[in-house]
């Protein structure tokens, strides 16, 4: 027994102290162990990797979260070539070169080596490449990157401004024969769920999946101190958006946290824009609050982590 305990303590010191135990589970949520995982894909796992990104909290909504959308991108050293960033791109293509000359690049693909901001920038260097090169096609990868660009070194950005789609019409915004594709974008609409994303505040998207509302909101605090400050307004009444809502848990994604509301039906987006501020506003007192934490807040503390779904 003690010879075993020997062997971890040595294999607990070989580990990298400044990354993830190679025998302990994997931060991406795989519920493997990271050698298993990204540990062996060949890339670190980068927990926040649209950290310091124009809009990063949108980022992780749309990659995650909502269905249909795009944002334009200005990109170092092609700043005349027209970028767009969408969530999902026909047939899943992490990026294409148009033939009509502009270059897309998609958040919401197949592939994940651990580090997401690097791969997509991995993908869109490509397709940029090849774009210069006067070529079309579609872009991807069958390994980790490397050393490569991030987004954070290409995005120029002083923010993005987000449309989002009731559908996937914008796939064919560029072709002028549409005939071949309009099966395939008809089966592609009939996946998107209703989405609008609120105009008073960042990153808030109201969605609904026909008996049910809800408002999906990512969030850029840290998540200790989100967590405490939600449990505060749980306590006290507060965290409920909009009459006879109610808060029922959140996603993590990316190093965010996303709180979720279910809405009564027929709420609708615009009803939702005044609380949002309304709360927004509550949420910034109660994360200033530095008191004492009290029991009743510790144990809605302790429900609320509970009450987490983690995203790859």
């Not at 007192?285 to 429900?303: K, M, Q, Y």
């Amino acid at each position: 027994m003690a010879k075993k305990s020997r062997v971890k303590n040595r294999q607990a010191a070989a580990a990298p102290a400044d990354g993830p135990n190679p025998r302990a589970a994997c931060p991406c949520g795989s519920g493997k162990r990271y050698k298993a995982c990204h540990g062996a894909a060949g890339g670190a796992f980068v927990g926040r990797p649209f950290e310091g990104l124009p809009g990063e909290c949108d980022l992780v909504a749309l990659r995650e979260l909502v269905p249909s959308a795009t944002a334009s991108l200005s990109i170092k050293g092609y700043e005349s070539v027209p970028v767009t960033l969408g969530t999902l791109l026909p047939g899943a293509a992490p990026a294409m070169s148009r033939d009509s000359g502009e270059v897309w690049v998609g958040l919401q693909v197949q592939h994940n080596y651990g580090d997401v901001s690097r791969d997509v920038a991995a993908t869109l260097v490509q397709a940029l490449e090849q774009r210069a090169a006067g070529e079309s096609g579609i872009f991807g990868l069958t390994s980790a990157p490397g050393d490569g660009p991030r987004l954070q070194d290409l995005v120029l950005n002083a923010d993005l401004d987000i449309t989002v789609h009731e559908g996937f019409d914008w796939w064919l915004a560029d072709v002028e024969d549409k005939g071949d594709f309009e099966h395939a974008l008809e089966h592609a609409n009939e996946s998107v769920l209703p989405t609008q994303r609120l105009t008073s505040v960042d990153a808030a998207y109201w969605t609904s999946v026909g008996s049910k509302e809800h408002l999906r909101w990512v969030m850029p605090e840290p998540e200790d101190a989100l967590l405490t400050a939600l449990a505060r307004l749980h306590v006290s009444g507060g965290d409920v958006i909009v009459p006879d809502a109610r808060f029922v848990g959140m996603f993590r994604a990316h190093g965010l946290l996303a709180p979720v509301w279910d809405l009564p039906v027929g709420t609708g987006a615009e009803a939702l824009e005044e609380p949002a501020v309304a709360f927004r506003s509550a949420l910034d007192e109660a994360l200033a609050d530095t008191s004492e934490i009290i029991p009743e807040v510790r144990s809605a503390r302790a429900g609320l982590a509970n009450r987490q779904v983690t995203i790859r």
